[in-house]
């Protein structure tokens, strides 16, 4: 009888790793269990194992589970995994085969509508996951997973662009000083970024794709995985606690991306993120405030080194000037704290005041 653990012991040395790695053959089960996986190895993914014939038959999805019926995912075919992996979560150390830290994403069960050596087709009922998929081969190892029925009522798929919503000059604060957010006037380049899968697309305020201008930001995307996500913000380079358009000027269109590494070291950048735009297939532009919105923002938790959501001060209008004075800010951008968000508008919803 064939062993279908060879693979996965050979890959492994049960003295190194806290994976489990059981000796005996598996026997065949009845049940049709599921696990999802997050894996932080030397990229992030995620890990579908199905619980077949008495193991769990493995893929690797490098942008997770497709969340609606709009494109096919990447998947690759992995060893089979035994039993106990349905339980594990922890850190593979480094230099181990998948090597990194690993938590369980969600788990459940499903029944499968197919099962061929090309094709399986299942439906998940998890705690996260739920619908129909189906996994085909494409070549190899090399497999395709496809959502067949229809997102959740309600879900809204990713804009493939925002443009930015713009302010007013105005020459002084507002009278209704309460009715308004106060945001610093950073200075800095105007970027969109779109995190979905674990990976992070930016996109400046005139639509170009600067995603390898600044390989320091693409973290971010499997920092906040598995949430997906369309923020707001700005590029700023800092000379000590200070803005310096001079210093972000030198952060330039990259020859490639070994270019674009010593740019990174020579002179880093922080994305300053003050809006919320889409949220797990919720759109937030039209119908939530502004209040509401910095209110969903600041539950992502966002602060990595190079990423960060600065405060805002809802009214204070004065002491905001104030604070931009200090810090060298040419001045503050008040925003209605009942704004939508109108992209591609300029508004007097928004106005940029100068400091004074």
């Not at 443009?163 to 007013?168: N, S």
């Not at 939530?288 to 910095?294: I, L, M, N, W």
């Amino acid at each position: 009888m064939t062993d279908r653990l060879d693979e996965y012991r050979r890959k492994r040395d049960a003295g190194r790793t806290p994976e489990p790695v059981p000796a005996g053959t598996p026997e065949k089960t009845a049940t049709t269990r599921f696990v999802i996986q997050q894996h932080h190895a030397r990229s992030l993914h995620w890990d579908v194992r199905l619980e077949h014939d008495g193991v769990l038959v493995s893929f690797a999805v490098p942008r997770g589970l497709p969340r609606d019926q709009a494109r096919n995912y990447l998947a690759k075919h992995t060893e089979d995994h035994p039993l106990e992996y349905l339980d594990f979560a922890g850190e593979i150390p480094a230099g181990e085969y998948g090597g990194g830290r690993m938590t369980i994403h969600d788990r459940g069960t499903y029944e499968a509508d197919k099962w061929r050596d090309d094709e399986i087709g299942v439906t998940f009922h998890g705690e996260r996951t739920s619908g129909r998929y189906v996994f085909f081969q494409t070549g190899g190892r090399d497999w395709m997973v496809r959502r067949m029925d229809p997102a959740e009522p309600g879900w809204e798929p990713m804009p493939e662009a925002v443009p930015p919503m713009l302010a007013t000059r105005s020459g002084g604060l507002p009278a209704d000083d309460a009715d308004w957010g106060y945001e610093m006037a950073w200075g800095g380049r105007r970027v969109s970024a779109y995190i979905s899968g674990g990976r992070s697309r930016l996109i400046d305020g005139d639509g170009t794709d600067v995603t390898a201008w600044f390989p320091e930001i693409r973290p971010l995307g499997p920092a906040l995985a598995p949430v997906e996500a369309v923020l707001d913000g700005e590029i700023v380079a800092f000379d000590g606690n200070r803005p310096s358009a001079e210093l972000l000027t030198r952060r330039k269109e990259p020859k490639d991306a070994a270019a674009a590494r010593r740019q990174a070291d020579r002179t880093p950048v922080q994305f300053l993120v003050y809006d919320l735009l889409w949220l797990e297939g919720h759109s937030t532009v039209e119908l939530v405030r502004y209040a509401e919105r910095r209110e969903l923002l600041d539950g992502l938790a966002l602060a990595g080194d190079h990423w960060q959501t600065p405060p805002f001060f809802p009214g204070g209008g004065e002491f905001a000037c104030e604070a931009a004075r200090a810090q060298g800010l040419a001045g503050v951008v008040a925003k209605r704290l009942d704004s939508p968000y109108l992209p591609g508008r300029r508004s007097r919803l928004w106005l940029s005041i100068p400091a004074g």
